[in-house]
Each structure stands twice: as C-alpha cells, then as structure tokens.
C-alpha cells in the first residue's frame, strides 16, 4: 500500500 | 472515516478541552507542564499548515482550526495569564533534547523530501513525545491532580484508537503509513506506565502519587 497523498488524518 | 479513528479524534478533542477548562476555571496551572503544551502547539502548526494548501473535509479543517486555536489559548495562559501559577521549578524536561534528533530523524526518514511533508514527519515525531515533560514533571512533583490524570488518560487514548484505526484502515482499505504507525506504538507505550496507575489508582477514587 502506497503512503497518502495529502495527509487526511488529523 | 471509522469508529475507531472517530473516538480518537474525540478523546484527543476532550484532552485538549478538558485542560483549557481546568486551568481557566482553577485560574491555575499548578502541576501542568508549559513545555509539553509549546510542544504540542508546535506539532499542530507543523502538521496543519495543509490548511492552507489543500481542503480534505469540513471536519477535517474545523478539527484542525480547534486544535491550533486551544492549544494556543492553553500555552497563553499557562506562560501569560496565569504565569504566577506556573511551577517552572518541576517543569525542567531539556526539550531540545526532543526537538534536535527527532529535526534530525524527520529529514533523514520521511515519505518525500519536501518542505511540508518533512514538516509533518517532525510533527508525527514530536508528538510521539511531546508528553514526556509532563510525565516528568509528574514523577519530580510525585503527584496529579486528578482532572490532570483524566486529561492524560484522554490523550493517550486518543493515538491508542488511532491504532486499532490503521489496523482497520489496512484490513479493509489496504492503507498504512508505517511513519505514523511507529510513531504511534512508541507514543501509546509511553503512556503506559501511566495508564496502569489511572486505572489501579484514579479510577478506584484514589489520588494519583508516585512513590516519590
């Protein structure tokens, strides 16, 4: 799985 | 989204109102630590500079600008307002000792070497942390008050649900963010030694006191 793009956790 | 993630957002928003209120309404921020709370203050304003590049949810950037916002008004009262109450004495954590190696390790491990995404890998590294001058303060003092302990538990359950959050996100979204994981399993095991005596202690109506 790749890591996030923008982040969309706080 | 999940129910996991959900509860954590709200325990992390109760930690952080329950201590804006205890020092507002005591007008005292005996036994508090004003290096931990700069600490948080500088994670959210490294983590959330997105809100100015980029719009996830409503949620989203709301959570973030109560974030910001207290955990300012909280670090004002304990260095401006209430300074008289400060205990500067106990809270005696050498913070450079945190910020140094984990500006370090955020440049050398990160997910792309970019400024904000370097910017929140310090921020994911220093929260991991950023707690451990009050639980050092609270083992000088050798006590805590009990909204503090409450505070506490609060903010440690928060990155606790937000693991069992990754784990659900992998199981049915195939998405894992091994810097925040790590992070996170390092910040929740500091908060253990805590959370044994909340709930030996605090929750049996006993003071919290370290053997001093």
Known sequence: ADEPAAHDEL | MNIFRLFGDLSHLAAIIILLLKIWKSRSCAGISG???ILFAIVFTTRYLDLLTS???????S???IYIGCS???VYLIYAKFR???????????????IVPVGGLAVLINHDFSLLEILWTFSIYLESVAILPQLFMISKTGEAETITTH???CQG????LYLINWIWRFYFEGFFDMIAIVAGVVQTILYCDFFYLYVTKVLKGK????PA
């Open chain 2, 35 to 37: 290096k931990s709370q």
């Open chain 2, 55 to 61: 719009f996830i949810s409503l949620y989203n950037t």
């Open chain 2, 63 to 65: 959570m973030k600008m």
């Open chain 2, 72 to 74: 300012y008004a909280t």
């Open chain 2, 84 to 98: 008289a109450t400060y205990d500067g004495n106990h809270d005696s954590f050498r913070v450079e000792f945190l």
């Open chain 2, 151 to 153: 505070y506490l538990f």
């Open chain 2, 157 to 160: 359950l928060y990155r606790a």
């Open chain 2, 207 to 210: 003071k919290l006191s370290l």
